[in-house]
């Protein structure tokens, strides 16, 4: 079993700048991809970044550019580190894993078997 501890979030003014982590230390294995999904009231819960042990990254456009995925695969943990905030980055950061490899350029949620609780992330204008 796979227990996913976020850490990070809160509020910030738009323009400034939040710290995700999150970590599995004790899977038996090394988690193949890591990363951050977002969902904002009354839509869909949407890929922020992805992060594989193999050492790629996956950016949705929207946040490409300010946000940044890093990923420590032997600790099976993962940080987006969140700059140029605005408030359509407004929602409810949740962790992500998947056991097995990710082979698809353009993941989903159902692409991933283990979530965290969920982390808000809250930016005013």
């Known amino acids: 079993q796979v227990h996913l501890a976020e850490s990070g979030g809160g509020s910030v003014q738009a323009g400034g700048s939040l710290t995700l982590s999150c970590s599995e230390p004790?899977?038996?294995?090394?988690?193949?991809?890591m990363g951050w999904f977002r969902q904002a009231p009354g839509k869909e819960r949407e890929p922020v970044a992805i992060a594989t042990s193999s050492g790629s990254t996956i950016t949705d456009d929207s946040v490409k550019g300010r946000f940044t995925i890093s990923r420590d695969g032997a600790k099976n943990t993962v940080h987006l580190q969140m700059n140029s905030l605005k408030p359509e980055d407004t929602a409810v950061y949740y962790c992500a894993a998947r056991h097995s490899p990710l082979l698809v350029k353009n993941p989903t949620r159902n692409h991933f078997n283990y979530w965290g609780q969920g982390t808000q992330v809250t930016v005013s204008s």
């Open positions: 004790s899977a038996p294995f090394v988690i193949s991809a």
